[in-house]
């Protein structure tokens, strides 16, 4: 069951997401969509330095996207700019990889695996961190340190 | 007797049990409909007896392709019930239609014209009158939409103004299934001067018709929506006045003469069709719109409307609540229903659907934006019906929304 | 070992014995080749297994129709020695691409801009660009041709000037055979901040190529000249440009955000595929290119210039006064030959060889008539090879001509 | 033999006309193109009324288009204009035709009953009867009769 797109856990994980809450006075926020889905998420960020404090914001969007953005929600907090860009980058390669297994994926996106397949859906499970990147840039933008 | 759309589906490989393992109830028909097997080998037999390029008969391939070239453009010609062929101009699709018409009549525009649309066109009928707008300066503005997703024709009155030089909507929506009144319209448009221009993307699968009873000047529609090839679409336009536009698009086999500085034209149907043409899929669609135009049409009509009510019936029963957009049960609109599910992204619906019940959907925003942020809705799942759908879809469908509504409930 | 055409020929219908009558020596290929059967299987099996609209996987069937119609891109990016398929984009044939392009770059020019293309441009390469120059102010001027039917590089260098932002030219000529120093004239174009296009048209079924290295910005030919469908062909552009030009033609999955005044669009290729693309047609022409990339492209390249010497020599032997176009014999050209005969009339000829020796040949001014204006002539016969084509094909050519001018003369 | 579309007939026809003489002074003349083909014929003509009195001018054509303007050049002098323009009339509807006989076609011009089966070609035959209507044409639109 497991190889199905839309297994257990990924609806149990959509569900549980509690896409709702703000952050109040973020450092830098971002939305980003998908014309293609309708799929748009706000991703709202606290930092400290280099480092991710808190992260939320509102999501509009299809099963996929919401599991992503409860995952990343989860494990975000705590991590450095760089280790979110490259987890997303390795995410990014694993989706696209050709290896039939899901050791390539990064630990807390392998549900995701049966993803791989489905070519027009991999925007779904990236958005959120594409929409946590494209924040911290702004944040970086306005504290001026490149 | 009543319809049997098991007729049709015979038609279809992709129909027979052999040719895929799993079920297919095929319910995307308003983005793409099945291609009959006979006109997948009307379109090999040319290519592989009578491959050559037209308009020119140079030699004997030339002159029988450029034969069954014009005997197909007379067979679509025959389709929409119009007695000169030369109205009929071969295109890549509804869309390329529609950006011919804009940058063709564009030509002809001065400041401050204006061109009437309206909110629930799909994007192929918006884009290119927003690039003329911005080219140009002409105004494009947007007839309203009925809350039951008609286009508000109380309105056209006193929107088509002295200015107005273009009415260019849809004659049936792909999202909301109303269809468009032509006939009341086209009296409006033509009182103030101005051009009406139907978009049957949706309509021109519902059968032979008689295109010159709707009032229209233009009239465009895709060949992978009748049952025909990719590739290939008709601009049909009433002949005084496809004599009078000026070609925007330039190539091959469209010429009168071509001179350094300036050059001249062909007359309609060649004038518009610049370079070669999409000679194998001419033909293709011809075959199509013959294959549909000997089925029993009105039986098939009768049965559509049978099944679309049978959805739309059902999916109010399902608790959950969900929304159907358009007119009502019994009012008049194409085969297909949209709706929403509070709480529910159409995607998921769309993937459930197609992974435990396999059943083909589709849901967004259909090409049609300013028509969803008008109803304040992100996006909805549709439903769209073919002469080879049955009783056995419209159940699948049903049962698994049900499922579905469930699972991702 | 030699090449062998027969291994081509076996893979089509039409030129097996049985598919036709009478005898045929095709030689009208630079006006559309035949097509083989692994090309219209591929087409057929996608129609009968995998039909479905694309750019959206809301199912199975669109997942599937999807995945191969960017296959196909990334095909004939391959083809072209590309290496990022996002930069090839479906168009209808290469006069639609030029079209895209001259309407999309129109966007971006001023008044008294200038657009260089050359005397010896099929119309698609001058229409186009006349219609932005009556439209906008424009001017577009020529580059002359040498007097063995070249376009006169030579004059390059002094007629780019600061105002041209395009030059837009031939890469392989249809009437002369000529091939264009695309390196050179890259170099001149870009040392004056132009862009460069070349018209593909003739050159694309020469097989696999290193486009990069011929320092072109864009490039743009037709499916059904290198053995493919109809309804298809190819614009591609260098990623950057594409990404900084506006589009011209609107339609559905092209767009990012649709407002009622203003829309925003996708990133290239998509920008510029308005509406359903000729999906079908896509993954006809992937597997054309395919096809003719597993020959022995070599053996054929040197196979067809051995028989276009034969039938310019053979030509010349014949008495009566046979005037070649192009480059002459030894010079580089493509596999084709244009001649005049002194007092008989190119639609003559191509009836009588196409009536009493089968040899299908083309004659009239081939969509060039500023080509045949400036080099004085009424009209032109033109034979052209392809891969299938072998001595036979040469010999009815070369006996044919001389009974031609016994009955004619 | 005479099922070819370039039968001896024709072929001869086409051989045997002149088609350089020009006219002293033409009442009215007129150039039409066949821009498919090339084709370009220069009717000049010599009235008396409504009766054609002499017929000439340049043929640049086919084959079709030359024994075309030749059988012509025969056969209007005499004739009036109403005549000339139902000849031709005659002469479309009979390429056009279903028929699998040469009777309908005005006499002089059956040798061109195999051009029907050649769509492409009708045009080089009408040619020069569609160049001496032009002039007609013209003729009265300078002598003010309609
Ligand atoms: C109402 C309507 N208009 C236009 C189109 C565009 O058709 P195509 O994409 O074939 O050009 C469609 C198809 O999606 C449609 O539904
Ligand atoms: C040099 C050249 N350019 C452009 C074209 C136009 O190609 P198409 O008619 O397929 O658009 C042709 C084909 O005739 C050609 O030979």
Known sequence: ?146 | MAFDPGLAAVDFTILRSQAREEELHYLDNAAMALIPDCVINAMVEHDTLRRSNVKRGSHRLAEEATEAFEKARAAVADYLGVSDPDEVVFTGGATAGINILAHSLGLMFERNDEVLISQLEHHSNIIPWQVIQQRQGIKVRYLPVTPDGRINLERAEDMIKSRTRIVSVTHGSNVTGAITDARTLSGLVHDRGAFLILDGAQTAPGGPMDLPALGADFYVFSGHKVYGPTGVGILWGRKEILKNMPPALGGGEMIQDVGLEKSTFLDPPHRFEAGTPPVTQAIGLAAAVKWLAAKDVKGMRGHLRRLTLRIMEGLTQLSGGIKILGPETGMERIPLVSFCVEGLHPHDICQVMNDRHGVALRGGFHCAQPLHDFLKIDGTTRASLAIYNNDNDVDALLNGMEDCMKILG
């Open chain 1, 1 to 146: 069951m497991s190889n199905d797109l839309y297994h257990e856990q990924i609806i149990e994980r959509a569900k549980r997401s509690d896409n709702n809450i703000r952050l109040e006075n973020p450092d830098c926020s971002a939305t980003v969509s998908n014309p293609l889905c309708g799929d748009r998420i706000t991703v709202e960020l606290k930092m400290e330095g280099d480092v991710i404090k808190a992260i939320s914001g509102p999501v509009k969007g299809c099963v996929l996207c919401k599991a992503s953005a409860s995952i990343l929600a989860e494990i975000a907090v705590g991590m450095k700019c760089d280790e979110l860009k490259s987890m997303a980058s390795d995410l990014g390669q694993a989706l696209k990889s050709q290896a039939d297994n899901n050791e390539s994926f990064p630990k807390a996106y392998r549900m995701f695996y049966p993803v791989k397949k489905h070519k027009s859906r991999h925007s779904c499970v990236m958005l959120p961190l594409e929409g946590a990147l494209k924040a911290i840039s702004e944040c970086k933008g306005h504290s001026g340190d490149k």
